[in-house]
Nanobody, 126 residues
Framework: QVQLVESGGGLVQAGGSLRLSCAAS????????MGWFRRAPGKEREVVAS????????FYADSVKGRFFITRDNTKNMVNLQMNSLKSEDTAVYYC???????????????????WGQGTQVTVSS
């Protein structure tokens, strides 16, 4: 089992940037694929971005392509999400998640993620 702790959320004006970090601990963490998800008020949880175990394969939701960037540092067991040009519709609770299945692939269904962080709030004011 992997333990995940997110940080870096907060309040930012539209057009601004935030960097979310996810600290992972547990056995074989670097062999897991990782993802960032979000849940906006009244909406389902959705994928934002994901990355395979090596960092060489990434996936982005259409709504964040070109604005958000996911990276990982396996020497520090960290996964980061750089969020630029933030919009009010990016307001949500952001979650980090880990997946053991298909670790070489970035894009997989949300149901395959078996470890979740507690979430961090991101609020973008317009």
């Amino acid at each position: 089992q992997v333990q995940l702790v997110e940080s870096g959320g907060g309040l930012v004006q539209a057009g601004g940037s935030l960097r979310l970090s996810c600290a992972a601990s547990g056995r074989f963490v670097s062999s897991y694929a990782m993802g960032w998800f979000r849940r906006a008020p009244g909406k389902e949880r959705e994928v934002v971005a994901s990355i395979n175990w090596s960092g060489g394969n990434t996936f982005y939701a259409d709504s964040v392509k070109g604005r958000f960037f996911i990276t990982r540092d396996n020497t520090k067991n960290m996964v980061n999400l750089q969020m630029n040009s933030l919009k009010s519709e990016d307001t949500a609770v952001y979650y980090c998640a880990a997946r053991r299945s298909s670790p070489s692939t970035a894009a997989r269904p949300i149901a395959e993620y078996n470890s979740w962080g507690q979430g961090t709030q991101v609020t973008v004011s317009s």
